[in-house]
């Protein structure tokens, strides 16, 4: 359970479309309309949950192949993301934000956002915990999930907001995107030590 945290941290912490364009509507149109955005957000990540979750739970429990083969696949996305990350340049990895999109904007963003497929596979696939229960084990990851994912889409909007204001150098800003590079390369070892 506490590798499966970790791994939701730095899932979570890592940036991706939700909290790349959560810090970009944070430095655009401030904390207010963020929080508007973190709703949808919300509303959007656990309806994803819930459809894999649903969908594919069955299916992938059931066959111990294509379960490897969807975390393998996740696995390699994150791998993917994590490189654009570190070399997208001296410029924060930030999603530019040109209008603020509100609720709807944030639950649509989720609906079409590959990384939170292959997050919530990536949870719900392993890091089994509790094998007798697979019920128990779910609502748990859920319940995990969310109280990890809620502060964390607050703390990015707030740099978000905290960033506009600030005139970094090229080399600080090319740390930063190589800390959140590691940190996703991370979660991918964590996902491959899991049992499974």
């Known amino acids: 359970?506490?590798?499966?945290?970790?791994?939701?941290?730095?899932?979570?912490?890592?940036?991706?479309?939700g909290v790349l364009s959560t810090a970009g509507v944070g430095a655009a149109f401030g904390p207010q309309p963020g929080a508007r955005y973190i709703l949808g957000l919300f509303i959007g990540t656990n309806l994803v949950a819930l459809a894999v979750i649903s969908g594919l739970a069955a299916i992938v429990l059931a066959t111990p192949q294509v379960r490897l083969i969807l975390l393998i696949a996740s696995g390699?996305?994150?791998i993917f993301l994590a490189a654009r990350i570190a070399f997208s340049g001296s410029k924060v990895a930030f999603i530019e934000a040109r209008k603020a999109p509100g609720v709807w904007g944030g639950i649509t963003l989720q609906a079409i956002n590959p990384k939170a497929y292959a997050v919530n596979t990536t949870l719900f696939t392993g890091f089994a915990f509790w094998p007798e229960s697979l019920a128990s084990e779910t609502l748990i990851k859920l319940l995990m999930i969310n109280s990890i994912w809620i502060p964390i889409h607050f703390l990015w909007l707030g740099a978000g907001v905290w960033l506009h204001r600030l005139d970094l150098p090229a080399r600080v800003q090319f740390r930063i995107n190589l800390a959140m590079a590691l940190s996703m390369l991370a979660v991918v070892a964590l996902a491959a030590l899991a049992p499974k």
Not at 4 to 13: D, E, G, P, R, W
């Open 1 to 17: 359970m506490l590798t499966f945290a970790a791994a939701v941290f730095f899932l979570l912490i890592t940036p991706g479309p």
């Open 76 to 78: 390699c996305y994150l």
